[in-house]
């Protein structure tokens, strides 16, 4: 562990190994791929750039990747998982560097392993997702902020705006290092003078106006107000714009708790728990260094964000019933990165407990010394891999492959560009077509049958277990619909394809 490259190869290896095995059975692309990346992609492919942004809510340079490695791959979900997969492997040397700068360079190795195996992680880098994009840019801005920091290289802050600013451009979140590094360096790090602290945050300010600016008046002359992306406003984030719903607002601060509570409970591992409460106490006991305290900035404010986020961009109906939430597990990731320092420190304590533990059994004592320590030192990680790799390694939507296989027999068999009515909006996306969502019940077949007829759409998609729900949704689907065909396979779900007419 004492040997950067040696330590470099191997984490190389694992989250490449890890990331093709992964490529390799994920079987169908997520929905936000599909409807929300792959349009954009298309867009600024074509040169319709202003389209492009204004497609989607969505952060641009994620499907601009898309579009750029597209023209060196046969389709767009390709390039997109490409993207994904190549920031996913990388992500381990941004990690690792900034572990040895803040903790210790056995800590970074088991830092930098630890995101290697983590379940999310690894398969959100093998789907058309920009999670590992923006991991990967996210942990780059911090270890050049950081490292620029640590060298009072004053002129080294110009550039970190940039590496801040293609994090943002993946995801919002990727804003808050900016105003964190602003807002270090004028009331935390100590400074010989007053005059270098003001010329390091001039420069950084100067840098980061001049990268930023023409974005945000874009988004203010598209949105109309000042805001950070086209579907969160500051001030709806913050909660300025008030609530007109009457909900109580210790009910609404009570479920956003919760639901940063599950978010949580969801991304980190309970092994990853676990070591982060032994971490954390190590370090303390050790007395905190600097850079645990500029990690713990980033940790607490973005909690807060998530907090603010769940609570803000909840809608709610006058019953009290929560509609629609913007909030999910994946907003929970820059805590993992910010925290994976003292998982890793913890699984170092741990691991060195379990190896003095070991070395004190009299069968081992008579072992020879190389017999021993190859031994001592594979143990910890093969335990570690027998905790992760079961929840790391399983398949990705194998039980969704019939909606691939309908979409494309669609489009072969009946043409690209057909409307479908569908519980299954996927099967539009393999299909190339269009796509109307559609919930079945006993009152909705008529008006599906009526909003076809006003579309000109021929076929009508469904997965079996949404017909059978209802006897009735099944008998009006036998008499004004003809099966042309049937996808399903062993632990798969079955699609049904329609054509309006009776048999």
């Known amino acids: 562990m004492k040997n950067d490259r040696t330590n470099l190869i191997l984490l190389f290896l694992i989250s490449f190994l890890l990331s093709l095995y992964l490529y390799f059975h994920t079987y169908v692309i997520a929905l936000d791929g599909a409807f929300q990346y792959i349009p954009l992609a298309k867009a600024f492919a074509s040169g319709a750039f202003r389209e492009a942004l204004e497609t989607t809510g969505q952060q641009p340079l994620y499907p601009f990747l898309i579009a750029l490695l597209s023209r060196f791959t046969p389709d767009m979900e390709m390039a997109g998982r490409l993207v994904a997969s190549l920031s996913g492997i990388l992500l381990i040397f941004p990690v690792y560097y900034l572990g040895k700068r803040l903790v210790s360079q056995r800590v970074a190795f088991f830092s930098a392993l630890l995101l290697a195996l983590h379940p999310y992680i690894r398969r959100y880098s093998a789907d058309v997702l920009k999670e590992s994009t923006y991991l990967f840019f996210l942990a780059l801005a911090l270890w050049f902020t950081w490292r620029t920091i640590q060298r ?53 300010s100067l840098s980061a106006s001049l990268l930023a600016l023409p974005y945000l008046f874009y988004l203010k002359e598209l949105t109309g107000v000042w805001t950070l992306s086209k579907t969160k406003t500051l001030s709806g984030l913050l909660g300025l714009e008030g609530w007109r719903d009457g909900i109580p607002l210790m009910e609404k601060i009570l479920f956003a708790l919760e639901r940063v509570s599950q978010g949580i409970l969801s991304v980190f591992h309970p092994f990853y728990l676990f070591l982060l409460v032994i971490g954390g106490l190590k370090r303390r006991m050790n007395h905190l260094k600097e850079g645990d305290g500029f990690l713990l900035i980033f940790f607490i404010i973005h909690s807060i964000l998530l907090f603010l986020l769940a609570l803000n961009t909840t809608e709610w109906e006058r019953e009290g019933v929560v509609q629609t939430f913007q909030f999910s597990g994946r907003h929970v990731l820059p805590l993992l990165l910010f925290s994976i320092y003292w998982v890793g420190a ?108 006003q579309r000109q759409a021929l076929y009508l998609v469904l997965r079996e277990r949404d017909t059978i729900q209802d006897p009735e949704v099944t008998r009006a689907i036998q008499q004004k619909f003809t099966e042309l065909a049937r996808f399903e396979g062993k632990r798969m779900e079955s699609v049904l394809i329609y054509q309006i007419g009776s048999p």
């Open 152 to 204: 009072e290289d004053k002129f080294a802050f110009l550039l970190v705006p940039v590496w801040s600013l293609l994090a943002y451009l993946v995801r919002p979140d990727g804003s808050e290092i900016f105003p964190i590094a602003f807002f270090y360096l004028l009331l935390i790090k100590p400074y010989p003078s007053r005059k270098e602290r003001l010329i390091a945050l001039s420069l950084l």
């Open 346 to 453: 913890g699984f170092e304590t741990v691991s060195d407990g379990l190896i003095r533990k070991i070395e004190s059994n009299r069968f081992l004592s008579s072992r020879r010394l190389n017999t021993k320590a190859i031994f001592l030192w594979t143990l910890p990680f093969v335990i570690l891999a027998a905790i992760l790799l079961p929840k790391t390694l399983k398949p990705q939507r194998y039980e969704r492959l019939p909606e691939k296989w309908a979409g494309i027999w669609i489009k072969n068999h009946l043409g690209g560009g057909q409307i479908l009515f569908t519980t299954t909006p996927r099967v539009a996306y393999y299909a190339d077509g269009k796509f109307e969502f559609i919930t079945l019940d006993k009152t909705q077949m008529e008006r599906v049958i009526t909003s076809m007829k």
